[in-house]
């Protein structure tokens, strides 16, 4: 069984930032890569960010430019620096690694972007 622990979200004004940590119950090498996830209200979950086992990423457009991944195989974490954030980009953030089926997720922490 894998756990993901999703921690750092928050309510947040247009513009500002946040970084978001999963920390995961299993070495994150075990996966080609790592994901962050989010669901907004009435929409279905959309992968926003990945990042492989070498640190390589890769981002959907609504974030590019605004958002960073890192990783920390020692630590099995996997962060999401958020900047310029904007009111669409509220929602239930998960990390998970790509493309894999499975019933394992975690709670996610929400992320709120408001005036």
């Known amino acids: 069984q894998v756990q993901f622990v999703e921690s750092g979200g928050g309510l947040v004004q247009p513009g500002g930032s946040l970084t978001l940590s999963c920390k995961v119950s299993i070495s994150i090498d075990t996966f080609g890569a790592m994901g962050w996830y989010r669901q907004a209200p009435g929409k279905q979950r959309e992968l926003v960010a990945s990042?492989?086992?070498?640190?390589?990423?890769n981002f959907d457009d609504s974030v590019k430019e605004r958002f960073t991944a890192s990783r920390d195989s020692a630590k099995n974490t996997v962060d999401l620096q958020m900047n310029s954030l904007k009111p669409d980009d509220t929602a239930v953030y998960y990390c998970?690694?790509?493309?894999?089926?499975?019933?394992?997720w975690g709670q996610g922490t929400q992320v709120t972007v408001s005036s």
């Open positions: 990042i492989s086992r070498d640190g390589a990423t």
């Open positions: 998970n690694p790509p493309g894999i089926v499975w019933d394992y």
